[in-house]
């Protein structure tokens, strides 16, 4: 069976993390999870031309990703992010700006990839440039409706506004936030009631397949337009938890294109999510008994 391509649109940035340097960015992080799941993991991104940008292609060719869709700017410097992790190895971050992928551009070949992809995962954050955010805009409207689109809401800092989750909301088929961004939707889109019927209402005005919320130590639910699946999440000393929610929308889409049910999705999405927790970094290596195609 030929491994269906799936595509992480966005930023690639490092990590600096108390351990060191890791590389990351939540497209990347969902390219490289979709790969170690068995399926075809294409980042799609731009670095600087500098050291921190050679070592991030560096790192992905030598894990087997296809970097064919990175460009490389010679004029604005490969992204990092600041992350500090509490007591409980969760992270926050802080995003110093106009780095490289805030002038993210699509090589040809990666257009071309696009329209037999199987899937695209995309954010927020990258769309805090008004130059990134077209990039990204064009790049959803080329592709066939036969693409699955995911939406990562991954909110960081100040870098969203109503219009930009609204128009990424219309443009896709799954949306996938966590507990902590919940409530920033129902503020900002009127949301009533409790967490299901927040995400009962996404999913009824913007038409979504599914509905993903990640409740850390909780577990997740999955909300389709038939099902619901509600897990309770498994037990986890984390060393931190930078990649886990990248890894889990990896594993969900990898399912849905595999045609596996709900709860074996979610199982499955939170025994990865739970292994990235308990290790260093955003892409640490993965187990092959996580594969779900061989």
């Given at each position: ?8 649109i ?14 990351g ?11 170690s799941l ?13 050291l ?11 894990r087997?990703?296809?970097?064919a869709?990175?460009t490389?700017?010679?004029?604005h410097?490969?992204?990092y992010?600041e ?44 769309q ?34 109503k ?5 990424s ?52 639910l ?19 938890t930078?990649?886990?929610?990248d ?11 595999l ?36």
């Amino acid at each position: 069976m030929q491994r269906p391509a799936v595509i992480g649109i966005g930023e690639i940035l490092w990590d600096i993390l108390p351990s060191g340097e890791h590389l990351g960015g939540a497209p990347a992080n969902f390219s490289y999870h979709a790969d170690s799941l068995g399926l075809r993991g294409v980042p799609v991104s731009t670095v600087g031309a500098d050291l921190r940008g050679q070592r991030a292609l560096q790192i992905l060719e030598n894990r087997g990703i296809v970097t064919a869709g990175i460009t490389v700017s010679s004029t604005h410097p490969t992204g990092y992010v600041e992350a500090r992790l509490d007591d409980q190895g969760i992270a926050s971050y802080h995003f110093p700006e106009d780095t490289a992928w805030d002038y993210l551009t699509v090589t040809d070949w990666a257009r071309e990839l696009g329209r037999t992809a199987s899937a695209v995962c995309f954010g927020s954050l990258v769309q805090r440039s008004p130059d990134s955010r077209r990039t990204i805009e064009e790049f959803l409207e080329s592709l066939p409706d036969t693409v699955l689109k995911v939406f990562d809401v991954n909110l960081r800092q100040a870098f969203y506004s109503k219009d930009i989750l609204h128009n990424s909301l219309s443009r896709a088929d799954i949306l996938k936030l966590n507990d902590d961004e919940l409530p920033v939707l129902a503020g900002l889109f009127d949301l009533k009631g409790d967490d299901r019927q927040q995400l009962g209402a996404l999913q009824s005005r913007y038409n979504l397949q599914l509905v993903i919320l990640t409740r850390g130590a909780h577990g997740s639910l999955l909300l389709s337009r038939e099902n619901l699946s509600d897990h309770p999440g498994l037990p986890v000393v984390p060393v931190d938890t930078v990649g886990a929610g990248d890894s889990f929308t990896a594993a969900v889409t990898a399912g849905l294109l595999l045609g596996l049910r709900l709860d074996e999705i979610n199982d499955h999405a939170n025994r990865l999510a739970a292994y990235v927790c308990g290790q260093r970094g955003a892409m640490p290596l993965i187990p092959a008994s996580f594969r779900l195609l061989i």
